[in-house]
């Protein structure tokens, strides 16, 4: 078959779960003689948005559409006409058997219509929540707190503080450097991208806490969020033939958001159990200490404050009994890691630096315990399952995703999401539990897969998306 995959970013330009995720899908796919191919953003502030760069990375032929940011209609992050044209172009060239759509964000809901038009069969995977929530798909309020569901109202209030546009002196320069590159081919984006991210940092730094916008303001972005839930909702149950979901979950909140139920697939994410099998070898600690360990991104989001004020609780004897270490990028927020590094210096943790997979490994070989304090609805963070598959047990905010895997047959214990109190007694059960009833070496399984039989659900699905949109011709 021959396989269209659709997402905002691709690795090396994006190297989070999602991003991981697909480049794994495709390698699978050309292992198995599928052809594949791949519609992306990308941000390049030397070319003119909209502008398609073809390129070929790891076998797979990559077009990635230059998204800057530049827009000035809310509209256009949900809606963007200037991306029809060459895509549908792309679609008329490689004539996919099947669309796989994974992230719409940086694209326009108008490419599901663009593939209805020719009779291709859609797949969409449903990695967050973005459908409903403009703020990244994480269902988290600018003050913070958690929304449950998607109230346009409360959205009026959030996202005015969202940053879904460059300033228009970001907009003037941007476009400088493209004309000055498309007319002598020099390319001074590099110098400007490393500028502006030291600004951003210390923009982010000086950022004042959360303040609620003014009346109007919030009804214009209440009015957009009602049209953004329309249009996307529409163009999903019109186009979309399957909607895949990585956790269980997910289906009862995209129901009552008004998904239909008999369309949506349950497809649980592989995981490599031979390459962790053979690269994390558990060591235990020389003093019988209890190893509590984070891996994730350093933001607020994630929770790591959580987990250092839960660890300054605890009692001297709790203390010397254990130990703890985060690993995770530090670059996003600078100011909030600036914090949880005078956290960490004070409760006698350590705050190491970003790991590679082969870090990871030996992260996972280390440590007797792996926490997940997030403060947002993981859909089904990869880090659990690996650690899972290492033998580490879990303690884990009890979120979607993360309380639906320690259900699963995960040892170790859920908390109250954000509740130091409740975490710090959720560590204090786990000291010394680890090394004294160590956990049974855990085997591949229908909740658990490895990639391969992922990648089969995948193709299984697929064929049957092809037969309901030729039902629909």
């Known amino acids: 078959m021959r396989l269209l995959f659709v997402t905002h970013r691709y690795p090396p330009d994006g190297t989070a779960g999602v991003e991981t995720y697909i480049a794994r899908l495709c390698a699978l796919a050309l292992q198995r003689g599928h052809e594949v191919c791949v519609w992306t953003a990308a941000k390049d502030v030397a070319r003119r948005e909209a502008t398609v760069v073809r390129s070929e990375r790891d076998g797979v032929p990559v077009h990635a559409v230059v998204e800057n940011l530049y827009g000035t209609d809310f509209r256009g992050t949900w809606d963007d006409a200037r991306k029809h044209g060459a895509f549908g172009e792309l679609l008329d060239a490689f004539r996919p058997d099947a669309v796989h ?74 476009k400088g450097l493209a004309l000055l590159r498309s007319a002598t081919g020099l390319d001074l984006s590099g110098p400007l991208a490393r500028r502006h991210r030291r600004g951003a940092s210390a923009a982010r730094a000086a950022a004042p806490a959360f303040a609620a916008p003014d009346a109007q303001l919030a009804a214009g972005f209440e009015s957009a969020v009602m049209e953004r839930n329309r249009a996307l909702l529409e163009a999903v149950s019109a186009h979309v033939d399957l909607v895949l979901l990585p956790s269980r979950f997910q289906a009862p909140w995209f129901e009552a958001h008004g998904l239909d139920a008999e369309r949506l697939r349950v497809v649980p994410t592989g995981l490599d159990w031979d390459a962790l099998g053979a690269g994390v070898e558990r060591v235990r600690d020389p003093d019988g200490r209890t190893r509590f360990l984070f891996l994730g991104t350093l933001v607020p989001h994630k929770g790591a404050h959580v987990l250092l004020d839960a660890f300054a609780t605890l009692d001297a004897a709790a203390r010397a009994r254990s130990s703890l270490t985060l690993h995770g990028p530090a670059d996003t927020d600078p100011a909030y890691v600036e914090g949880l590094r005078e956290q960490a210096a004070a409760v006698g943790a350590t705050l190491g630096p970003r790991l590679d997979r082969a870090g990871v490994a030996r992260a996972l070989g280390a440590a007797d315990v792996l926490v997940v304090p997030s403060l947002w609805l993981e859909v089904r ?33 859920t908390f109250a999401a954000g509740d130091a109190a409740a975490l710090a007694d959720a560590l204090v059960a786990e000291v010394g539990l680890d090394a004294a009833e160590p956990e049974p070496a855990p085997a591949p399984s229908a909740a658990f897969p490895t990639w391969d039989a992922m990648f089969d659900s995948v193709i299984e699905a697929t064929e049957e998306a092809r037969a309901l949109r030729q039902d629909r011709a």
């Open 101 to 174: 759509v994974h992230h719409l964000m940086y694209q326009s809901v108008g490419l599901l219509e663009e593939c209805a038009r020719r009779g291709v069969a859609v797949l969409y995977t449903l990695h967050d929540f973005w459908l409903g929530c403009a703020r990244f798909g994480q269902l988290r309020h600018a003050d913070g707190s958690r929304c449950d569901r998607v109230d346009p109202a409360r959205c009026g209030t959030c996202l005015p503080s969202l940053d879904w546009r460059q300033p228009d002196a970001a907009r003037r320069v941007g």
């Open 381 to 413: 963070p990869l880090v659990i399952v690996e650690a899972y598959a290492a033998g580490l047990r879990v303690v884990a905010s009890d979120l979607g995703g993360m309380a639906e895997l320690l259900g699963e047959g995960i040892g170790g214990r």
